[in-house]
Each structure stands twice: as structure tokens, then as C-alpha cells.
């Protein structure tokens, strides 16, 4: 496909996997590890700032309609009371992940514990607080997208290959 008829192949946009969603722009500065991590395995995402106490009607729409516009699960980033992976949980059947957010004297393991404790059959998969949390997010996602997509569990089995060899070149390099 020629752009403005300049003769350049422009690549489709691809459709989108996972939704990234924070309840307010200043999550954000975490959330771009997750965004940056699934970018590496060329994953296709969508980030959203819809707050679970601000904007509830527009959260709603969003995740009720997440599973047919084609997202496989959400990440979803909150500090402090920590609501928006609780809230998304309970309108969707979709995996959601949650990221705890630095905020206050506690450091996020504030927002952490009030992740945690979600009633039986409302899972929040959580995986830490922030920029480590939001990476470790992305890989769970890479993960769980990996188990029907032989490509990306490939990737991820080179990126854990790698890691391990970083690791033991550390270990070589000690005294």
C-alpha cells in the first residue's frame, strides 16, 4: 500500500493484544515499562487513562467491550485504595494483571495488599509494584499470549535463555 503515492509500504497497524490501563497520567511514568516491554515482543497494546472512582461509566463501557474489539487481557495500574484492577476484574472474564503505584508513606505495598485480598472467583493476577511490576506484567502477558502463539513463546524462551547468560556473566565477573 503506496503512502500519499510516494511508493512506501506502510505495515497494518496490528490489533491490539492487551489493554494498559491507569486511573490517572501520572501512573503513566511506571506503565511505560509494561508498554516498553510488550513493544520488545511486538506486542500490540492500547493504553487508557479511565479512573475506577472518576470515571466508572467510562471504565465500564471500555471493559465490556475490550474482549470484542479483540484485547486477550488487561493490565491495570492503581496507588493507593488500588481499585481500578478489582473493578475491571469484576466486569470481565479476560485475565487481568494487576501494578501496584508508589504512592504515600507505604511505598505501594499499600496498594499492593489491597490488590491481593479479591474475593473467590474474581482473580487479579498481581505482580508487584512499580517499574519491576509493570515489566513483570508485560511478560505475564507475553506469557499467557504465548500459550497459542508459538512465535511469542519462542521469543520469550530466548529472552529467559539471555537473561540466564547475563546472570552467570555477572556471576564470572565477581572477585
Given at each position: 500500500?503506496s503512502?500519499e503515492?510516494?511508493g512506501e ?8 493484544r492487551?489493554?494498559i490501563l491507569?486511573?490517572?497520567s ?14 520488545e515482543?511486538?506486542v500490540?497494546?492500547?493504553a487508557r487513562?479511565?479512573?475506577a472512582?472518576?470515571t ?13 474489539r479483540?484485547?486477550?487481557?488487561l ?6 485504595a488500588?481499585?481500578?484492577p ?6 470481565t ?8 503505584i508508589e504512592?504515600?508513606?507505604?511505598r ?11 474475593p473467590?472467583?474474581?482473580?487479579v ?29 519462542e521469543?520469550l ?19
Open positions: 500500500m503512502q503515492g510516494r509500504v506502510v505495515a497494518p497497524i496490528a490489533q491490539p492487551v489493554a491507569v486511573g490517572s501520572s501512573d503513566w511514568g511506571v506503565m511505560v515499562e509494561a508498554a516498553k516491554t510488550l513493544k515482543f511486538g500490540a497494546y492500547e487513562v479511565l479512573s472512582h472518576r466508572p461509566e467510562a471504565l465500564r463501557d471500555y471493559v465490556l467491550g475490550a474482549r470484542d479483540g484485547l486477550k487481557l493490565i491495570a495500574a492503581a496507588g493507593g488500588a481499585h481500578l478489582g473493578v475491571v476484574a469484576a466486569q472474564v479476560l485475565p487481568v494483571l494487576g501494578v501496584a504512592s504515600g508513606a507505604f505501594g505495598v499499600d496498594a499492593l495488599l489491597a490488590m491481593v485480598p479479591m473467590a472467583g474474581v482473580p493476577g498481581c505482580v508487584g509494584v512499580g517499574r519491576a511490576g509493570a515489566r513483570n506484567a508485560a511478560l505475564l502477558a507475553v506469557a499467557i499470549l504465548g500459550v497459542e502463539d508459538p512465535k511469542l513463546w521469543a524462551e530466548i529472552f529467559r535463555k539471555e537473561q540466564s547468560k547475563r546472570v552467570l556473566g555477572q556471576d564470572l565477573e565477581l572477585p
